[in-house]
């Protein structure tokens, strides 16, 4: 049997609340105790001890929201390419969405994904799959046939759906199926020729401007589609206090409702835009500083229940344009941790809290 014990770290783990000196006592590669009590019976015989100088020790973090370009874009980025990227920057397990080409909307490509995953991949990866078929907004998918085959998750990825009856139909198979709906909420009309934030600075810039209306009208709407349907919505990117404000208000009714926020959206404003650099292009776009404060509140006090990367690579095609013609969407799996580490060392948020939205609160989420 081997063994290896890390002695003298600093151990967080959100599922039992703990944040405490001690060790981990790993054998055959799983965990076989943790904690300050870890070393009552003595070191293990012939145990690998590894003294880790009180570094923190954490679960590997899991990533619910990441864009990956294969099939089809493998140029951007292939399964194994982000796996590696994922792994660099400790994240042991991500959400795939399914924007790819063709779309992840049938078993067989789901069956893909993961076995790419399995055969060249570094992490867990998960598939997502489409709400609708070719992310169209029109057809469900097959909801029941889809997460039998390993989709953890239902989300039209970009795209929001603006049939209100189409999203009524997905949140009561998501309720018979105990799947769970995630959904990103930009109104097609109010959002369609924005680029950055609207207010003074996109004004000043010369830009079109989205308002958070645009954000919260099609939020509100799912959320009251949530309540009346009684199944699980989440929200997958928030940016807004507005957006907040009703989240807080459906939970608070008791719909099974949940809340993400991208990393961008915790740690930069719309003033990083600065002088037109697109790679602060995002989605959604970098707000006001009052909004990412509140952002950062709602994370803290468990509004908002998980952050993501919101990993979607481009190409220097797409990015090295103007601002108003260059593509959302930046890498992150790599800088997650480092960024979000930010938000501790600010003492804006515990570590518990943190890595609790970055490993454990997405682990129960997606199942």
Avoid at 75 to 97: D, K, N, Q, Y
Avoid at 120 to 126: E, G, H, L, Q, W
Avoid at 159 to 164: C, I, Q, V, Y
Avoid at 177 to 202: C, K, P, R, W
Wanted: proline share 4%; with cysteine.
């Amino acid at each position: 049997m081997s063994v290896t014990v890390f002695h003298n770290a600093r151990i967080i783990d959100p599922s039992r609340g703990m944040d405490e000196c001690g060790s981990v006592v790993v054998e055959n590669d799983k965990i076989a105790a943790s904690g300050a009590s870890a070393f009552n019976q003595g070191v293990p015989e012939g145990a690998k001890v590894i003294d880790c100088a009180g570094k923190a020790v954490m679960p590997g973090l899991i990533d619910g929201r990441v864009f990956i370009g294969e099939p089809g874009a493998e140029h951007r980025e292939t399964i194994a390419s982000a796996s590696e990227a994922a792994a660099a920057g400790g994240v042991t397990s991500l959400v795939m969405m399914p924007d790819t080409h063709p779309v992840i909307d049938d078993v067989a490509l789901v069956e893909f994904v993961l076995r790419t995953a399995r055969d060249t991949a570094k992490v867990n990866i998960f598939p997502a799959a489409a709400i609708t078929r070719s992310l169209a907004g029109a057809e469900m998918t097959e909801i029941g046939l889809l997460k039998e085959a390993g989709a953890v998750a239902f989300t039209d990825g970009r795209h929001t759906l603006a049939n209100s009856l189409v999203m009524r139909r997905a949140l009561t198979y998501a309720r018979d199926f105990d799947a769970v709906i995630a959904h990103e909420t930009q109104d097609a009309d109010l959002g369609s020729s924005g680029v950055m934030n609207e207010g003074l600075y996109a004004s000043w810039l010369g830009l079109p401007g989205i308002p958070r209306e645009a954000e919260l009208i099609p939020l509100e709407r799912d959320l009251l589609l949530a309540r009346l349907t009684g199944g699980a919505y989440h929200a997958a990117k928030i940016s807004t206090k507005a957006s907040v404000d009703a989240i807080r208000r459906a939970k608070a009714d008791g719909a099974a409702v949940s809340a993400g926020v991208a990393i961008h959206n915790l740690a930069l404003n719309e003033n990083d835009v600065g002088e037109y650099r697109t790679f602060y292009r995002l989605s959604p776009p970098l707000r006001s500083e009052d909004d990412r404060l509140a952002m950062v509140e709602a994370l803290r006090d468990g509004t908002v229940d998980i952050a993501v990367s919101s990993h979607d690579p481009q190409d220097v095609d797409t990015k090295r344009l103007p601002f108003a013609d260059a593509a959302a969407g930046a890498v992150g799996l790599e800088t997650l941790l480092a960024v979000a580490l930010r938000l501790y060392h600010n003492d804006q948020i515990s570590l518990l809290r943190l890595v609790e939205v970055l490993s454990t609160a997405p682990a129960r989420l997606f199942g």
